[in-house]
């Protein structure tokens, strides 16, 4: 089994986190793709806008009915910061014999030897990482450092210019937000757009 993860704060879920995962399972032929939502992103300041109980319904809405994608509430179970290592720890031993990557854009890549044992991180798992705008080559391994030499794959995707600050913004002054997350996604967020 093949297994990827794509963490992040999901403030809410777009169309690019989608294009992310689907994009790497396509690359790298993986059988399951898990979006992490997490409880307290360490490099996200103020951490997320919305609480967690309200972005898990918004990952469960966004993946619903695909079968390549699922959702992972580790680190929500978990609470307090979520960190990438001891999530995969989970991930691995709750899926023994898998092969695991973690899926991330450049951006992220860029600041990673900074990140809570980034060593642990590649022992348990590849890192499948996409080019984003503003980012460098995700091709090039001296954006890790020594760490991650030999674990990374690049996954090749078009560019997908969408950020939740984006969908939170048009929500914000009452506009259309269905170009930018999947249907059921904007649907929910009509009903309560940014309620805590």
């Known amino acids: 089994m093949r297994i ?3 963490g992040g704060s999901f403030d809410p879920p777009h169309e690019g ?3 992310l995962a689907r994009a790497a399972a396509r ?3 993986l059988d399951r793709v898990l979006l992490v939502p997490a409880w307290e992103p360490p490099h996200k300041p103020g951490g997320p806008t919305m609480p967690p109980d309200r972005r898990l319904a918004l990952v469960r809405a966004a993946v619903a009915g695909d079968p390549l994608l699922g959702v992972s509430t580790l ?3 978990r609470a307090g910061t979520s ?3 001891e999530t995969l720890e989970q ?3 709750d899926n023994p014999g898998a092969e695991l990557w973690f899926i991330m854009g450049a951006d992220q890549l860029e600041g990673f030897g900074g990140w809570s044992r980034p060593e642990r991180i590649v022992e348990l798992a590849r890192l499948a990482v996409a080019a984003r705008p503003g ?3 995700p091709g090039l391994e001296d954006l890790t450092g020594p760490v991650a030499a030999g674990r ?3 996954v090749d995707m078009p560019e997908v210019p969408i950020s939740s600050t984006q969908v939170r913004e048009r929500l914000a002054r009452g506009e259309d937000i269905t170009d930018l997350v999947p249907e059921p996604v904007a649907a929910l967020l009509r009903t309560a757009p940014l309620l805590p």
């Open 83 to 85: 960190y990438t290592a």
């Open 135 to 137: 980012s460098a080559d």
């Open 17 to 19: 986190h989608l294009a």
């Open 152 to 154: 990374i794959d690049v």
């Open 91 to 93: 991930l691995a031993a």
């Open 4 to 6: 990827g993860a794509l």
């Open 27 to 29: 690359a790298l032929g």
């Open 75 to 77: 680190e929500l179970d």
